[in-house]
């Protein structure tokens, strides 16, 4: 069995978050998604009819 | 009997003309000049540039459609704006050069009542040494040929990672003074997906570079965003994505130069560097597409319509001040030129009265700062307000009478990816207004309800759906005066 080595820390990509199992899994659920497409085009409507 | 001309038929240029065209009655005449032969949906252009959609299917004929109402289009590039007229023709005119095949180079002038600038951007390849597809080692996707060409060069390089072959990608901007970091911040994602599509995503090594100070800066100093009970920062979004995507990023950069296979760049702290590529998509800068402007004693009175960019001055507050001074009213609201009220610019020919992001120069003087974004959504709303105000004023109001300032306006970025509806996913970002109002909303000078991110399938839907409203709108199809702009 080969020795686990230490991952290194202090790189670029040791920073940001990164998404869990269930965030990734919400993003590609139709039914979830289905509810965050109408308040992304509410939103976005409400952002177009702002704008003019 | 009035005569509007508009130069440019892009979506600021195209939109004026459309919603001039419903709301004139028809003995007024409307003229569209635009030296491209057809209208282009350039946000779906990244989609061409990996290969998911034809350049057929982002594009249309222009004369098809103008034929179909009483909008006059001629495909000639302008040349030279004579607001004055001059000493044989009495009204201001604009002289055009045609850049039909069958009367290419044929020089002629129209006279107007109203002229619309909506030529858009020069792309600016020259600024950077090997930039560009025509006469550099890098491709683009600011147009649809464009974008066709770099997807023909991705799928070559595709193939040789099939092969088992290990390549450098290098996406983003070609400039210190680039804008548009949104087109390219799409088209990484894709390129990222479709290697994954292919399966060998393992054998890329993809790195981002930017004139941005933090990623997600956008050429907007960045934005605020709710996320997790906590009111966070864009660039902790977008970090977030790049780490998932196993995309490396350098910031801070101008690119200088670039050889074949080499980019050359300078970062903020002053050191230079170079970078190693087999693929790169680098924006350009971009500037005023150099139209001219003359008195009625054809004196050359460039300098006082247009700014040193080339693009057009309108009613901002040009007044050169330090970066904590700047405020969202210095922003133009009717786009008129303040040297003549029949003279309008919208969409990306408006001179900007500063930049967004806080100007930063590198210790050897070297601007590095993204330049403010002109994207679909502001262009449309300023075409709207300056055809509206143009109506108004045939009908004898004195000054404008409809406003679209940045700073009371909001845009939209989609990164969508992937071609099938059920396995694309996408990065939605919107932002209210573009401008900071610090005076409206003083802690983050945006709107926190509007100004938001998120990641998923409904994103992509709705790019999706974006793309065909939009086309079915500007291809001027039974209804699209009831979609939004």
């Given amino acids: ?52 | 009997m009035s005569k509007i001309v508009i130069l440019g038929a892009g979506i600021a240029g195209h939109t004026a003309a459309r919603h001039l065209h419903t709301l004139l009655p028809a003995e007024h005449q409307i003229v569209v000049v635009s030296p491209n032969p057809q209208w282009n949906w350039v946000p779906s252009n990244v989609w061409v540039g990996v290969g998911q959609m034809a350049e057929k299917e982002v594009t249309f004929d222009l004369a098809e459609i103008y034929k179909k109402t009483r909008i006059d289009f001629k495909q000639a590039k302008g040349i030279a704006i004579h607001p004055e007229g001059s000493s044989t023709l009495g009204k201001p005119y604009v002289t055009i050069e045609s850049t039909l095949s069958s009367t290419a180079g044929q020089m002629e002038s129209i006279e107007y009542d109203y002229l619309i600038n909506a030529t858009g951007p020069k792309l600016n390849f020259g600024a950077t040494e090997g930039l560009g597809p025509d006469h550099g080692h890098t491709v683009s996707v600011c147009t649809a040929a464009h974008a066709s060409e770099a997807n023909h060069k991705l799928q070559i390089i595709i193939e040789a990672l099939k092969r088992g072959e290990k390549k450098t990608i290098v996406i983003g901007t070609g400039h210190g003074t680039c804008t548009c970091q949104g087109a390219a911040f799409e088209y990484i994602y894709n390129v990222d997906h479709v290697l994954r599509e292919a399966g060998v995503r393992q054998h890329a090594r993809i790195v981002w570079i930017s004139n941005e100070y933090e990623l997600g800066d956008f050429g907007m100093g960045g934005v605020h965003i709710e996320r997790g009970g906590y009111i966070t920062n864009g660039k902790t979004f977008a970090e977030s994505l790049m780490v998932e995507r196993g995309i490396e990023w350098i910031i801070r950069a101008h690119t200088k130069k670039i050889e074949a296979g080499k980019i050359h760049y300078e970062t903020l702290d002053g050191t230079f560097h170079e970078l190693d590529f087999d693929f790169s998509m680098l924006i350009p800068p971009f500037s005023g597409v150099g139209l001219k402007a003359y008195n009625k004693a054809n004196e050359d009175i460039t300098s006082q319509v247009f700014a040193a960019s080339g693009f057009m001055k309108v009613d901002a507050d040009y007044t050169a001040r330090p970066y904590a001074e700047w405020s969202a009213g210095d922003w133009p609201k009717t786009y008129q030129n303040p040297s003549y009220r029949n003279l309008f610019a919208i969409g990306i020919a408006f001179a900007p009265p500063h930049l967004i992001s806080k100007p930063m120069q590198s210790a050897n003087g070297t601007p590095i700062n993204p330049a403010p974004p002109r994207t679909g959504m502001p262009s449309a709303a300023m075409a709207i307000a300056v055809a509206k105000s143009i109506c108004d004023m045939i009908n004898g109001a004195e000054a404008p009478t409809h406003t679209a300032s940045m700073a009371k306006m909001g845009a939209a970025c989609v990164a969508s990816t992937g071609a099938h509806l059920l396995r694309g996913s996408a990065a939605t970002m919107t932002v209210y207004p573009i401008v900071p109002d610090y005076e409206t909303y003083p802690e983050y000078g945006r709107d926190l309800e509007l100004t938001f991110g998120e990641i998923g399938l409904a994103g992509h839907w709705l790019k999706t759906l974006l793309h065909h409203t939009f086309i079915y709108q500007a291809r001027l199809k039974p209804g699209w005066r009831f979609l939004p702009d």
């Fill in chain 1, 1 to 52: 069995m080969t020795k686990q080595m230490n991952k290194e820390p202090y790189q670029q990509a040791y920073y940001p978050p990164t998404p869990t199992g269930i965030t990734r899994y919400m993003r590609s659920n139709i039914l979830w998604q289905l509810v965050r497409f109408a308040v992304i085009n509410f939103k976005m409507l409400k952002l177009m009819r702002k704008s003019h």
